[in-house]
């Protein structure tokens, strides 16, 4: 099966002239064109009989990627011209535009042809108008090796075989954006399903369909389908939906119209091998593309300013179609873990952005980039539920309804949709202190958010933009003064009040939340988009209650008060001291997300501390904590021999023995040592539960030492299954032998060992470990201009490197180096992780104060926490 290095095309782009002019600009990037006729690179002519003006010259614009073509005459109002060009293009393993995928079969090396266009990457493919308003009909045709087939938008419509090749043609596509489009071309084989009209296949290699790990996705895409559908009150508009699972790519997956394509681990699942959070992954991934079929590629945002609504939206109904496909999953919830607290981390920092930035200031293609960010994905998200909740359910598919509809085929602002949203909300009678889209504006216009502080003892309510560092400056004016128009849900002494209170100005007065000997407790299940906090009174009320019974405190909002706590200390609301006493019930608690959430915030102070005095203090206090939830998962499942029955019990599960293994409890660690060395004996049988594989073979690893290691190197390399890969990938920067971590780290820059999509997460998950941080850092420093300049380029996420190897920065010796860091690489630029560094220098100063400040305090209360054990 051979590929072509630079495979050739010719494509016709038909277009109407809308106003005079003599210059025609048409997006290119790495394209090398024919000459035509001995003339010019392309041709120009006009349709009906009219005559086009002659070419006078044609030149590349590589910045802003143009092919420019300058005419003799003008083009003439209301006539139509096609443009003809034969090109070659690379296919290289750059994982833009149509690249290259190698992936390895019973010892053969295989090819897949396979594309990658959103955002700007069409251009590279073939010349077209790459913007998201200019819409069109594409009529896709692939020539491709005999023995593989191609797959495009549109279903096939007919192959012809000639001797050295085949012709693959598709229907023509529906009137859509080109980032939207996708060639593949493998010898992949597929399962099928009909879903009434519509066919849907999973394509993926041979083996992996052989393996039934395609069998999940056919089974849940139907369903989510089924659930968009009714949700949108829209037919799906294409005959077919192809999922296909791709061994190199470099976003989670992507959602081409009618030909999705997916990372292999978010795509296929293996029951024997698969955890229930690789299953997980999966329905919310594809819930989340096929969300996409209607918001975002039926009507599509005119700019990539507003790229949050598209990908805010579909992160959001991901849970919501998720949870249509598995219902006793209970996943709705988990988008205040995965989404709303991870946000707040960074939208709480002066260097955050807001949702919508203005038109003119996102032209290049880097900014382009930039723009998909946790932001965009997780406070998209979030602010898209707290509407949703606040208009009812109801009203907001009413509303989305009706702008999918009025809109198909076409581009919108977000506007549109508030605007549609406003119709519902008028012919509904709902009664909204405020049209949407004035409560909408400081929400998308303005960066950050609120922290609600509910006075119990005058009931006075007042509103501040909450940031994690008390001391940085806010230099950006909004024109919204930092106020929001905050949806207030509210419980009291248990009771849930049953109208939405609105705080619309700086401060008001509830007089219901004068509450006397009862709590209060606001923002129930974290359906707002803001932190809360309360007089000591309150805190002492509620720290009461959680002793006592924790129960009558919802589930969701035991975690956002051991979450809220943690980051108000951080920004000096409160006392680190009453941060902690949020994790002193926990030793009752035995449920996921509470314990979750105090993991997450422990593990800011793990980063801080585990390098001084503090960490055994506070090892010692959170093995105390956890034995009660590792004794409960042991009696629970019959001493490790079955799996709980619930989804999120589940991840407690791996909760408790990952944190008992960390801590130093001994059973836990003779736990999962005995099964590694099982394994290790007989290594065709793997007895470990899916589940607990990735926390048992890291706590192995870590307690091991080279033989461990070499083990679990080999069975990656051996790995066909791609989520076993990724646990093993992960599991190998256990270790603390830092020889072995150095040599890890080398094997980044080589792609024959970690795929570059790869590279990044190994060296950050090195400098997760303790022993390996600062190995992980002199490899960044030393190999940054090689890795930015030549080897990772286009394959690499710089921003999660940065982040993730300055995590651990809190000493001016750490800051020194950053900055150093910055001065030598400031030439050549950080590219789409210029603002990773910024934030890293912003984190880093925050740290250094947060741990002169804090160091002693933590370490006082960790002793005199342990004095009982």
Not at 51 to 65: D, F, G, H, N, Y
Not at 176 to 194: E, F, G, N, P
């Amino acid at each position: 099966m051979s590929f072509p290095v630079y495979p050739s095309g010719h494509s016709t782009v038909q277009f109407e002239c809308v106003k005079e002019t003599n210059l025609i600009l048409i997006h290119s990037n790495k394209l090398n064109y024919t000459k035509l006729d001995e003339a010019h690179i392309v041709r120009l002519t006009a349709s009906g009989g009219a005559s086009a003006p002659i070419i006078k010259s044609t030149w590349l614009q590589p910045k802003t990627q143009y092919l420019v073509i300058e005419l003799n005459g003008k083009l003439s109002q209301g006539q139509t011209y096609q443009l003809y060009a034969e090109f070659t293009g690379e296919l290289a393993d750059d994982l833009a535009g149509f690249y290259r995928s190698e992936y390895e079969e019973d010892g053969v090396r295989k090819i897949v042809a396979t594309s990658q266009m959103h955002p700007t990457h069409a251009r590279k493919t073939f010349p077209c108008f790459d913007e998201p308003a200019m819409k069109a009909v594409f009529h896709m045709t692939l020539i491709h090796p005999p023995g593989t087939v191609a797959l495009s938008n549109g279903m096939e419509t007919g192959q012809f075989p000639f001797i050295a090749v085949t012709q693959t043609k598709f229907e023509p596509s529906k009137k859509m954006s080109s980032y939207l489009l996708a060639i593949v071309v493998s010898d992949y084989t597929h399962l099928r399903a009909k879903q009434e009209d519509t066919l849907i296949r999973i394509w993926a290699r041979r083996k992996a369909i052989e393996q039934g790990q395609g069998d999940y996705a056919l089974n849940v895409t139907g369903p989510v389908l089924d659930f968009f559908q009714s949700y949108y009150n829209i037919s799906y508009p294409l005959s077919k939906s192809d999922q296909i699972a791709l061994p190199d790519f470099y976003f989670g997956a992507m959602e081409n119209w009618g030909l999705v394509t997916y990372r292999e681990t978010n795509l296929l699942y293996d029951p024997a091998t698969s955890s229930n959070s690789n299953k997980e992954t999966t329905a919310t991934i594809i819930a989340h593309e096929l969300a996409h079929m209607w918001f975002g590629n039926l009507v599509t945002l005119r700019w990539w300013n507003e790229v949050w609504l598209n990908e805010g939206f579909a992160s959001y109904v991901a849970y919501l179609g998720a949870d249509y496909a598995e219902p006793t999953w209970n996943v709705k919830d988990l988008i205040v873990l995965d989404d709303v607290h991870r946000v707040f981390a960074v939208d709480a920092l002066t260097s955050s952005h807001p949702l919508t930035s203005k038109e003119d200031s996102i032209v290049l293609p880097e900014q382009i980039t930039e723009q998909f960010d946790t932001i965009s994905y997780s406070k998209g998200a979030a602010v898209l539920r707290m509407l949703s909740d606040f208009l009812s359910e109801t009203i907001f598919v009413q509303g989305l309804s009706s702008y999918l509809n009025h809109f198909a085929y076409s581009n919108t602002v977000g506007n549109d949709l508030w605007q549609h949203l406003q119709m519902a909300v008028t012919d509904n009678d709902v009664l909204l202190p405020r049209p949407v889209q004035d409560i909408m504006n400081p929400w998308v216009l303005q960066m950050g958010f609120p922290v609600v502080t509910v006075d119990t003892a005058s009931g006075k309510v007042s509103q501040q933009h909450f940031l994690l560092d008390p001391e940085s400056n806010v230099t950006v004016d909004s024109p919204y003064k930092y106020e929001w128009p905050v949806p207030v849900r509210w419980m009291k002494a248990g009771e849930v009040q049953t109208d939405i209170w609105w705080l619309l100005e700086k401060e008001a007065v509830n007089p219901g939340m004068r509450s006397g000997a009862s709590w209060v407790l606001a923002n129930i299940n974290v359906t707002g988009f803001y932190r809360v906090n309360y007089d000591l009174g309150n805190w002492e009320r509620l720290f009461t209650q959680l002793s006592t019974d924790h129960q009558v405190i919802p589930v969701i909002n035991r975690a956002q008060l051991v979450d809220d706590a943690f980051n108000l200390a951080r920004a000096q609301l409160v006392s680190t001291t009453l941060a902690l006493r949020t994790t002193s019930y926990l030793s009752l608690e035995m449920d996921f997300m509470p314990w979750q959430s105090a993991l997450d915030n422990l593990n800011y102070y793990y980063l801080m501390l585990d390098r001084t005095e503090v960490y055994q203090p506070m090892q010692d206090y959170l093995k105390k904590q956890v034995t009660p939830l590792f004794m409960h998962f042991k009696n629970l499942t019959s001493d490790w021999t079955h799996v709980p029955e619930g989804h999120t019990d589940q991840y407690n599960q791996v909760n408790a023995v990952r944190t008992a293994c960390r801590t130093g409890l001994t059973e836990c660690q003779n736990l999962t040592s005995t099964w590694f060395r099982q394994w290790m004996e007989n290594p065709q049988h793997n007895t470990i539960h899916p589940n607990l594989r990735s926390v048992v073979y890291c706590s192995a690893m870590a307690a091991g030492g080279e033989a461990e290691w070499e083990f679990g190197w080999i069975q990656f390399k051996e790995a066909s299954l791609a989520s076993e890969a990724s646990k093993l990938m992960s599991a190998l920067s256990c270790t603390s032998d830092t020889q072995l971590l150095q040599r890890y780290l080398s094997f980044t820059l080589n792609s024959t060992l970690i795929r570059k999509q790869d590279a990044t997460s190994v060296i950050t998950s090195v400098a997760a470990n303790r022993a390996g941080q600062s190995l992980a850092w002199s490899f960044v420093r030393d190999r940054w201009e090689y890795m930015f300049t030549q080897y990772g380029v286009g394959s690499f996420s710089f921003a999660s490197m940065i982040t993730g190897v300055t995590a651990r920065f809190s000493t001016s010796d750490e800051l020194q180096q950053l900055e150093e860091f910055v001065e030598q690489n400031g030439a050549a630029g950080f590219g789409s992780a210029s603002l990773a560094v910024d934030q890293a220098l912003e984190r880093t100063r925050a740290n250094i104060k947060w741990l002169q400040q804090n160091q002693q305090e933590v370490l006082d209360w960790f002793s005199k926490n342990n004095a009982n054990i």
